[in-house]
């Protein structure tokens, strides 16, 4: 069903069921109402992980309000309505096919695959020369395993969509090169090749697949390795240095969503929201 209102046309016509007593509003002006993001498709299954807080619960509120039916996976719980919540840790292939095989099972289909997820490092940053084993396990387990799980068990899925499509999160730090940052730019590099490996591997299913690298986004990603009052004078700092101010979450959704769109023609591409700083 569409619903909508626009100023640029007001000859809606409107229609009676006489028997139902129901009403409907059409609106002529269909096209201008995609283009603002108005039109609504009840029929997607969308899957995000990372739901919990930040860029995934920017994207899971969002994709629920369009009328999408969410699943969100996250080791945390989290509350947005209607959305389908799962605990789920995504770099545990059991409970990944699991989650999958829910979904299946109830819808037969995936429309869209949202990988999120992701962590800046274990407990410590750290040179090469003194990195722990634990910790290159453990960051690239969870940020690249994941979206390997994820996409792996998603893809026979996202084949029986006609308008598939996988967004993968990357970061600036790929192109900009940082110091104690191995493990979380090495993963990230991972999730870029893979995501043009799979791009091109789908072709013929028409399934995209793009990712999207990030700089500076306004979270709180960051307040479990460096506190909260630590976090919160790098956000600002960051905001003041950067051209066009921090990225907010919800400039992360009008990416994904625009990436989502099922006529957009992109696939296997990388789209930087650097907000000048790789210039």
């Known amino acids: 069903m569409f619903s909508g209102e ?63 039916i969410v699943y969100g996976a996250d080791i945390k719980f989290s509350d947005i309505d209607s959305m389908c919540y799962r605990k789920c840790d995504v770099c545990d292939e059991k409970q990944v096919i699991e989650f999958i095989n829910e979904i299946k099972v109830k819808h037969g289909k995936i429309d869209g695959l949202i990988n999120i997820a992701g962590i800046l490092c274990d407990k410590n940053r750290a040179t090469v020369e003194d990195l722990s084993v634990k910790e290159w396990d453990t960051v690239l387990k969870t940020n690249a395993y994941s979206v390997f799980f994820m996409t792996k068990y998603a893809i026979p899925l996202l084949k029986k969509s006609k308008v598939g499509s996988i967004v993968n999160i990357s970061s600036d730090q790929v ?54 009052i630590k976090m919160k004078k790098m956000l600002q700092n960051a905001d003041e240095e950067m051209p066009y101010g921090i ?6 959704w009008r990416a994904i969503q625009y990436l989502l769109e099922e006529n957009n023609k992109m696939t296997g591409q990388i789209l930087l929201i650097d907000s000048g700083t790789t210039l």
């Open 247 to 252: 990225i907010s979450t919800d400039d992360v």
């Open 175 to 228: 192109k900009k090169v940082r110091k104690k940052s191995a493990p979380y730019a090495i993963s990230k590099a991972a999730i870029e090749m893979l995501t043009k490996i799979v791009a091109l591997e789908l072709l013929e299913y028409k399934v995209r697949v793009n990712a999207i690298e990030l700089a500076s986004v306004n979270t709180d990603f960051i307040k479990n390795y460096f506190g909260k």
């Open 6 to 68: 626009s100023t640029l046309c007001d000859n809606n016509r409107r229609f009676e069921n006489k028997k139902a007593k129901v009403h409907v509003r059409v609106s002529c002006c269909i096209g201008d109402l995609w283009q603002k993001g108005w039109v609504i498709n009840m029929e997607k299954i969308v899957v995000v992980t990372g739901v919990a807080s930040g860029i995934g619960k920017c994207v899971a509120e969002n994709l629920v309000k369009k009328g999408n």
